[in-house]
C-alpha cells in the first residue's frame, strides 16, 4: 500500500480471539482522497461475525500526518462501531516513511 498510486482503504476484520477473518479493500480513490461509509463496514462485520477491526488506509503523497477528514472518519467509524458492540483496535496510516498508528498518537 505504501507505493500505491492511489489511496486504499483496507479492513481488517477479526473474531472474538483477534484472528483474523477477512482482509478487505473496502475503497480505493484519487491520489489525494478516498471514500469509506462506516455503515458499509459495519454491515460487513455483521455478515462476517466480526467482532474487532482494525482499519488502515495509505498516503501516496508519503505524508505520515493524518487529515482532519482521516481524524472524523475514524471518530464516526468508531462510535458507529461501539453500537454495535464492534471493536475499533486501530487505524493505520501508510505511506513510502513508514506508519503511524492513531491508537499509539491518541488519536483512536
Not at 64 to 87: E, I, K, Q
Not at 92 to 100: D, P
Amino acid at each position: 500500500m505504501a507505493f500505491a498510486p492511489n489511496e486504499q482503504f483496507r479492513v481488517l476484520y477479526l473474531n472474538a480471539g483477534n484472528a483474523l477473518l477477512r482482509d478487505e479493500l473496502a475503497g480505493s480513490g484519487s491520489v489525494s482522497s478516498v471514500h469509506v461509509y462506516p455503515r458499509e463496514i459495519l454491515k460487513r462485520c455483521l455478515e462476517l461475525g466480526a467482532t474487532a477491526i482494525i482499519v488502515a488506509h495509505n498516503h501516496p503523497s508519503g505524508r505520515l500526518v493524518p487529515s482532519r477528514s482521516d481524524r472524523t472518519m475514524t471518530r464516526n467509524l468508531v462510535n458507529a462501531a461501539r453500537s454495535l458492540d464492534v471493536a475499533v483496535h486501530d487505524h493505520i496510516l501508510i505511506a513510502r516513511e513508514g506508519s503511524l498508528s492513531f491508537r499509539r498518537q491518541g488519536l483512536l
